[in-house]
Every structure is written in structure tokens, then in C-alpha cells.
């Protein structure tokens, strides 16, 4: 079967393995039914996710004209203490932001290949952990805009990392944690002002994902260069595909590109 489209961040289900879903337009595969199947990805072109035209993608899944124009790639995206919106100034468009800054925002911890401090939304949970890939992770503070849990995260990576190492994370290396002994360990960090949004009695999140073979060495794909691979699909975290050969692509890293899948 052939399918055709542009790659986008797949949607997924928590369930007692995690389930992937990739939108190809006029198909939604459900990834998890191509495990262990032989699977030929095409590069096509390119589609950027807000003009639509066949333009490079600079990142994000954008064109560069759009990445600097829209306000869904704001600096304050990927550094959330840059937000503003509550404070009624506006960086791209003040409508947008505050719709998107001023919700339930969430610290968290999760372990994927280390243990990190990250923030999402209320709504992202679990989606956040699942696209990191995170084996468990634990809620510390929830506050009402993206701007006290940017400050948080600030604090606190200063004494926990706020980085995920995909490699370890693909091979499946993990290191037991307790992440109820890491929150209250990193709660005197927490910023003044935040300190009253603590949550105290919550447990780990554990995720499960639907993996056949992990990688021993895994080999990012990159598809615009190769053009075409073939390989057998062995499993999926985080928003990555895994290949019986030990290849390794992102779905999330490639948005933008336009590809078309084998299913054999």
C-alpha cells in the first residue's frame, strides 16, 4: 500500500502500550499495526506547515519567512520564561498568546535516558512525555501561565537537566529513579512566587511504548539527503520510528516534508 503526505507530529494514545497514529492526508495509519513490516520512505519535497508552499523547511516544520513571522514559533515557545502575555504585551500577536499563555501550565520531571525538568501545558499531558519518549515522569508545580512555569524550569535546571539524550533514550537504557525523591529534593529551588502552586501528593506516570528491538547503535535518517530507505519496522518511542538495521528516524524533526510510504 502507498500512502503520500506531509509529515506531522503523530498523534498518540495512552493506552497500556502507547499507541501512534501518522495523518497522510487522505490516510491515518496506525503505526502500531506496521510493526515488523517493511516499510520504503520517499523524500517528495517540501509543504511548510503555515504557508503550504513547497519551501525549505528552516525549522519546526516552517518555511524561515514563517518561522520569523508567525506567533506559533515566538521565542517564547521553546523558552517559555520569555513570556509576556500576562503582562499584556504582545511579541507576535497578543490574541494568540495569551490564548496559549495564560492556561494551566505544568512543571514536570520525566525519565527518558536521564531524569529532566521540562514544562507543557495542562492539556499536553501525557502527549508531552510520550513525544520524549519518557519510560515514567511525575508532575511538581501547576500554575496558571506559562510564564511562572518558564521561570521554574529556569530555576531548576540549574540543578537537574533539562536535556534528553535521544541515543540512550532509543537503546532503552534505563535508570531507575525515583522521581517522588528528585520533586521533593528539588522543591527548595522552586521560585518564591511559585512555591504555593507545589504539588505534594501525586505518583509517577508510567508509559509503556511498542517496541520490538531496540537500536544497539542508532543511526539517524536523514531523508532529504538519502531520498529513499527500506527497512523493517521494529518499534516506536518517542516520536521516533525504529528500523531493524538499527536506523532511526523523527517524525517530529522532519515535519514539513513531504513523503511517501511503502507498506509492504
Not at 26 to 54: A, P, R, W
Not at 64 to 92: N, Q, V, Y
Not at 110 to 116: H, I, L, Q
Not at 229 to 258: A, M, P, S, W
Request: glycine fraction near 4%.
Amino acid at each position: 500500500m502507498l500512502y503520500q503526505g506531509v509529515l506531522k507530529k503523530m498523534p498518540t494514545e495512552n493506552q497500556e502500550e502507547v499507541q501512534y497514529y501518522l495523518d497522510m492526508q487522505s490516510d491515518f495509519l496506525h503505526m502500531n499495526q506496521l510493526l515488523e513490516k517493511q516499510i520504503t520512505l520517499h523524500f517528495v519535497g517540501y509543504e511548510c506547515l503555515n504557508c503550504h508552499l513547497d519551501k525549505a523547511i528552516y525549522r519546526q516544520g516552517f518555511c524561515k519567512s514563517c518561522f520569523f513571522e508567525i506567533p506559533t514559533a515566538g521565542d517564547w515557545i521553546m523558552r517559555p520564561e520569555l513570556s509576556k502575555a500576562h503582562l499584556g504585551i504582545e511579541d507576535r500577536d497578543l490574541t494568540y498568546e495569551k490564548e496559549v499563555q495564560l492556561q494551566p501550565h505544568v512543571v514536570y520531571l520525566a525519565n527518558s535516558s536521564n531524569v529532566k525538568v521540562g514544562v507543557t501545558r495542562k492539556k499536553q499531558i501525557p502527549t508531552r512525555w510520550i513525544d520524549q519518549g519518557a519510560h515514567e515522569a511525575i508532575e511538581i508545580v501547576e500554575v496558571p501561565n506559562r510564564y511562572l512555569a518558564g521561570i521554574t524550569e529556569v530555576a531548576l535546571k540549574e540543578h537537574v537537566s533539562d536535556k534528553t539524550n535521544w541515543r540512550k533514550m532509543l537503546m532503552n537504557e534505563l535508570e531507575d529513579e525515583n522521581l517522588v525523591s528528585w520533586r521533593e529534593r528539588l522543591k527548595p529551588y522552586i521560585p518564591d512566587e511559585v512555591k504555593s502552586f507545589y504539588i505534594e501528593n501525586n505518583s509517577e506516570t508510567e508509559l509503556n511504548f511498542p517496541v520490538k528491538k531496540y537500536p544497539v547503535k542508532p543511526k539517524s535518517l536523514n531523508l532529504e539527503k538519502k531520498k529513499s530507505y527500506k527497512g523493517v519496522l521494529t518499534g516506536i518511542k518517542g516520536q521516533y520510528l525504529i528500523f531493524e538495521d538499527n536506523t532511526v528516524f523523527n517524525i517530529r524533526g522532519n515535519e514539513g516534508l513531504v513523503v511517501s510510504i511503502n507498506v509492504e
